[in-house]
């Protein structure tokens, strides 16, 4: 099993910017792809960014410019530095790992961003 543990969410002004984290424990494989996904209230949830192993990354249209996505292997850690921020970010933020074997979703944290 693995498990995904997000950080670094919170409230931020229309304008403001944030970093969330996400680590990652357990029977972890390599190669493997690390993303953000979002749901926002009343809205399926959608894809932000990902990145492989070879920091190969790839990002939604609605945050290309704005958010980065990165990763440190040695710690199985993915983050994302997110500027900018717009109303239209508000959502929870989930990261997903996904591996040989299948995906794997953290819990979630919570972004809200003020207009």
């Known amino acids: 099993q693995v498990q995904l543990v997000e950080s670094g969410g919170g409230l931020v002004q229309a304008g403001g910017s944030l970093k969330l984290s996400c680590s990652a424990s357990?029977?972890?494989?390599?190669?493997?792809?690390m993303a953000w996904y979002r749901q926002a209230p009343g809205n399926q949830r959608e894809f932000v960014a990902s990145?492989?192993?070879?920091?190969?990354?790839d990002y939604a249209g609605s945050v290309k410019g704005r958010f980065t996505i990165s990763r440190d292997n040695a710690k199985n850690t993915v983050y994302m530095h997110m500027t900018s921020l717009k109303p239209e970010d508000t959502a929870v933020y989930y990261c997903?790992?996904?591996?040989?074997?299948?995906?794997?979703w953290g819990q979630g944290t919570q972004v809200t961003v003020s207009s």
């Open positions: 990145i492989s192993s070879d920091s190969f990354a």
């Open positions: 357990g029977r972890i494989n390599s190669p493997n792809d």
């Open positions: 997903v790992l996904t591996q040989w074997g299948g995906d794997y």
